[in-house]
Every structure is written in structure tokens, then in C-alpha cells.
């Protein structure tokens, strides 16, 4: 499976393979949380403050991951706050793609081809 390491787009996934064969998925850096004023939330960890368009959230439809974060966007009313990007269902060599597909949409902050742009 393709992905980016360390800002680098990389087609072979032994990359991260280590030595005694076990895939090693790097531990997710993203882990603040968004408060009203922007302080850390329950983990101790810096915050980000919570305001109207600062955010946006970008999807795969065949993510069961990324179809929760839609849903419990529009739970919460905030459909209107944190717009969101659609990309195409298949990730192939270059990854996740915009608006090759009908339920795809367009990169609208970036105009980016591929999301690891």
C-alpha cells in the first residue's frame, strides 16, 4: 500500500517492514484536541481553538474511519463549520485522488490532484 513517509510519497510498503518482518505502523501525530479557547484537552496535550472555517475535513467513502467523522459532524450541526472534500473510492499508486470519480469532489483549498499533495 502506498503512502507518504516523511514527506516523501513512497509505491513500496516494505518501507516499513522491519527487520524480523512485522509491519510497524508509525504511532499517529495527531493527537491535540480542538477546545473553545484552545487549551489542552483531557490528555494534557496542546489544543486547537474551535472557530468557524479553520477546519476541513477530508473523506474517503470507503473509509468506515472517515464515514464516522461525517456523520458525527453532522450529530453535532456542524456541517455549516467544517467543510469537507470527498475523494475517489479507489486508492491506486497515486493514492487517494480527486473528482476522478461521480462521488468524488474537487480539492477546493488546494486544487490538488492527489490528498498527498
Known amino acids: 500500500m502506498p503512502m507518504l513517509i516523511d514527506g516523501k510519497w513512497i509505491n513500496d510498503d516494505r518501507a ?16 491535540n484536541w480542538i477546545q473553545a479557547d484552545g487549551s489542552a ?3 494534557g496535550q496542546g489544543g486547537f481553538p474551535a472557530a468557524a472555517g ?4 477530508y473523506v474517503a467513502a470507503a473509509c468506515p474511519w472517515a464515514h ?13 463549520v467544517i467543510s469537507s472534500s470527498s475523494v475517489d473510492a479507489l486508492m491506486l499508486n497515486e493514492g487517494w485522488t480527486f ?19
Open 16 to 31: 516499513l517492514w522491519s527487520t524480523d518482518g512485522r509491519f510497524r505502523r508509525k504511532e499517529s501525530c495527531f493527537r
Open 41 to 43: 484537552g483531557p490528555t
Open 54 to 57: 479553520r477546519y476541513h475535513l
Open 68 to 80: 464516522r467523522t461525517l456523520i458525527v459532524r453532522t450529530l453535532k450541526g456542524l456541517d455549516s
Open 99 to 117: 473528482g476522478r470519480e461521480s462521488s468524488a469532489t474537487n480539492d477546493p483549498l488546494h486544487q490538488s490532484r492527489c490528498l498527498y499533495e
